[in-house]
């Protein structure tokens, strides 16, 4: 029994300080519109889709931080009678962030960091099926606004932009995310 006492009472006095920084966490998710830019030698255009993204950050002071994350920027399909190509792309991200408070209730925020772009490829032709995954590094960076509802859950909107997310035989693709979610701090 003292043991297990013993046991409790360490436990918990090296858990007080992971406690007390656990206030500078905060966790969120986003949803907004995705613009995926397709360009090479034969093909061209543009197309939104609904994306979305989740991220956990820490605050370092007030004004820095880091943050990491996913994103889910949506998949184009494109296709002709019984061929089809479709392409979907996602990432993962980490960033350092600047907070700049106006007053007690709004802030505005940048990101700068490098994002691991996945892009997976399918080809359907008559008679011939192919997938390809492609992952692309890029900077990335953002740019967004933060309403505190209370002392835990803000309301943010923001822009980021992932640069390519593929480069190959010519053709290059390009995402960017703007979205609005909400963010809980610990």
């Known amino acids: 029994m003292k043991k297990q006492l013993f046991s409790v009472v360490v436990g918990a006095a090296l858990a007080f300080p992971l406690f007390a920084q656990a206030e500078n966490i905060y966790v969120g998710a986003n ?34 931080g880091a943050e990491a994350g996913y994103v889910n920027f949506g998949k184009l399909k494109e296709s002709e009678g019984k061929e089809s190509l479709s392409m979907e792309t996602s990432a993962f991200y980490a960033a350092a962030t600047a907070t700049l408070p106006l007053n007690a209730e709004f802030s505005l925020f940048a990101k700068a960091g490098v994002t691991q772009n996945r892009t997976k490829v399918k080809l359907n032709l008559v008679g011939f099926n192919a997938s390809e995954s492609k992952n692309k590094t890029a900077a990335l960076f953002g740019i967004g606004a933060a309403y505190n509802i209370n002392k835990n859950l803000s309301a943010v909107a923001e822009y980021e932009n992932f640069g390519k997310t593929l480069s190959q035989d010519g053709m290059k693709l390009k995402a960017d995310l703007l979205s609005i979610g909400l963010r809980y701090k610990f």
Do not use: C, H, I, Q
Not at 36 to 47: A, M, N, P, T
Not at 52 to 59: I, Q, R, S
């Open 31 to 64: 949803v907004g519109r995705s613009e995926l830019k397709l360009s090479g030698d034969e093909v061209s255009g543009k197309e939104n889709k609904t994306g979305f993204k989740v991220y956990a950050g820490y605050d370092f002071t007030p004004n820095f």
